[in-house]
């Protein structure tokens, strides 16, 4: 569609695609499909009466589709009432969200973030705060696992596409040959704060990690006594047909980051861990100015709450027809 833009010194018609490379820094590449004009459910609609299905999802959010009713009913109740008050307050939304996500995953604490990468950045801020020395503040992350765009995030990556030019990174940080156990072994040491990984590489090319190397993260962090970090913000919140896909696979981590799809189409990401590590950030230690803001709380309980009732609908049915659970959505209990 062509459209009138003033330039500052003279008026042009410009197609929309002109108009986003004119303004924007150069970091995306829209998709060459017109502009879109709606979204429900799973498909996209574009001005030129296009229909699509959108496999893209909001890169791994829309895990309900978008606009979901009960979502957008759920925010839009919260933003008659109040859209953001900042975490010097209490509110009764943020509570319940993180009572529900408490009471989905069984972990005891958590810390609301605007975004994935910023839980990863807590997170690895927690595991360092947590030892609280420079002699145990080693990061460690799997080779073509992603964490975000962040100072902490891309030290604990090695994908240089993401890292090109914007090194030196995080002293301190390393990262790991695939998942693999020789390596693990030759690495983390009693130096090491915390192991950072995705027990589905998403970014990576959706590559599992392996029993092996679970058994051996395992027995070396009781040998050294590191912390493990479950990146679940692409793979997280239902996704894989337990609430984290990390049960999947026996893992048992520390702490643990969602993101994405527990916004439901609003910026929300939580950090997760029990009592004991959660209580390494004291008052004023660390924080955020958006992160766990009423809206995206609102939004996310809704997503909980509707997948909870999904996942119920799923373990009845599975009751009926084999009488064997195939879906988790009940309490775990945690090491404290
Ligand atoms: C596994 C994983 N971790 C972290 C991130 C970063 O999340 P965000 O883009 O919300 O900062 C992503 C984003 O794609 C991801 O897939």
Known sequence: ???????????????IAEREKEIFFPTYERFAIGRVLSASGPYIFTEDGGKYLDVIAGLGVNALGHSHPEVVKAVQEQAASFMHLSNLYLQDVQIELAEKLSALSGWSKVFFTNSGTEAVEGALKLARKYFGSPKKAELIGVSNCFHGRTYGALSVMD??????G?????????CLI?????????????????VILEVIQGEGGIVEVPATFINALHELQQKFGFLIIADEIQSGVGRTGK????EHYGLEPDIVVCA????????LGAILTNNRIAS????????????????????????LRELERVCWRMLLLNQLISRAGLCQCKKNTRKS
């Open 166 to 174: 914007f090194g030196p990174f995080l002293a301190d940080a390393d």
């Open 260 to 267: 994405k799809a527990i916004g439901g189409g609003l910026p």
């Open 1 to 15: 569609m062509m459209e009138s833009v003033n330039t500052g010194t003279s008026v042009v018609a410009a197609t």
């Open 159 to 164: 994908k240089e596409k993401y890292r090109n």
């Open 243 to 246: 609430f984290f896909a990390y």
């Open 280 to 303: 390494a950030f004291t008052p004023g230690v660390h924080g955020t100015t958006f992160g766990g803001n009423a809206l995206a709380c609102a939004a996310g309980l809704a997503v």
């Open 178 to 194: 695939p998942y693999s156990e020789e390596n693990l072994t030759s690495k983390v040491s009693d130096k090491t704060a915390a």
